[in-house]
């Protein structure tokens, strides 16, 4: 785990090192989703509205998550 996000008083949102973002119910320790789509290591997290995370990577992008439907919204590619 390279960063942690507290989404809400439900959710907490954890980046790896291999590119994925754990969505948790923090509070029962159970895994809502696995958000997939960077390749490299999640460098920072932030939540932009109540369910939209920004995820930023070693991979030189940032995305725009749906936290709720589970997708990906926007990307910005080559940002370093």
Avoid: P, Q
Avoid at 37 to 56: F, K, M, Q, R
């Amino acid at each position: 785990i390279k960063n942690l996000k507290l989404i809400n008083n439900e959710l907490l949102a954890a980046g790896s090192e291999d590119g994925r973002i754990l969505v948790w119910y923090w509070k029962n320790n159970t895994l809502k989703s696995i958000l997939l789509n960077h390749s490299l290591s999640i460098t920072a997290l932030e939540l932009v509205e109540n369910d939209t995370l920004a995820s930023g990577s070693e991979d030189n992008s940032i995305k725009l998550w749906n936290l709720y439907d589970e997708y990906v919204i926007k990307t910005f590619i080559d940002h370093t």
